[in-house]
């Protein structure tokens, strides 16, 4: 399997500071790599794939990069509805797994 | 939209079965999965049934668990043997990535 691996596990932020999330693969992906946003008591939603492509209505602050075995999200501008888990997920091979979360809180 | 049923209590070595009712579209021509979620393991993806029916599995959880789908109820579908405490958790039905339920708890107790 491949396995993801998200740093940090939780991050403090502020309201209009920027916020970086890495996730790593343990063999290269390409940009086989989406992003999800979870708040609790709520499903994950789906903000990026392809490592970078936003999914329809996701802010422009929210932007993803990387190939291969690196990947980052980042939030410019941190608004109040941002404050939630973000996850990782390769979509390259089967199983596909997931990141272990990063928790983004004030 | 995605809408889960099915029991959310069982015994140790029951059977899990959840249906996953799809509304505002149509199974035929997609991926539909299980995901579930734990606060140890995280979101651990348990497979996928196409609407053709082909399935593929985790291969970790691929000796108890079937897949399967209802393309004239627009429903798909989990089954998973001999369950324990270890397959306590949050289960979503999903058609990856941007489709999900919003999940429902399955607790496995004696």
């Known amino acids: 399997d491949i396995q993801m691996t998200q740093s940090p596990f939780s991050l403090s932020a502020s309201i209009g500071g920027r916020v970086t999330i890495t996730c790593r693969a343990s063999?290269?992906?390409?940009?086989?790599l989406n992003w999800y946003q979870q708040k609790p008591g709520k499903a994950p939603k789906f903000l990026i794939h392809?490592?970078?492509t936003f999914q329809h209505g996701v802010p422009s602050r929210f932007s993803g990069s990387g190939s291969g075995t690196n990947f980052t999200l980042t939030i410019r501008g941190l608004q109040p509805e941002d404050f939630a888990v973000y996850f990782c997920?390769?979509?390259?091979?089967?199983?596909?797994?997931f990141g272990q979360g990063t928790k983004v809180e004030n | 939209h995605l809408q889960e049923s099915g029991p959310g209590l069982l015994r140790p070595s029951d059977t899990l079965s959840l249906t996953c009712s799809v509304s505002?579209?149509?199974?035929?021509?997609?991926?539909w999965s299980w995901i579930r979620q734990t606060p140890g393991k995280g979101l651990e993806w348990i497979g996928y049934?196409?609407?053709?029916?082909?399935?593929d599995y985790n291969p970790s959880l691929k000796s108890r668990v079937t897949i399967s789908v209802d393309t004239s109820k627009n429903q798909f579908s989990l089954k998973m043997t001999s369950v324990t405490a270890a397959d306590t958790a949050l289960y979503f039905c999903?058609?990856?990535?941007?489709?999900w339920s919003q999940g429902t708890m399955v607790t496995v107790s004696s």
């Open positions: 997920q390769q979509n390259y091979t089967t199983p596909w797994t």
């Open positions: 063999q290269s992906i390409g940009t086989s």
């Open positions: 392809g490592a970078s």
């Open positions: 505002d579209g149509s199974v035929v021509g997609h991926h």
């Open positions: 049934v196409f609407s053709s029916g082909n399935t």
């Open positions: 999903a058609g990856l990535p941007s489709l």
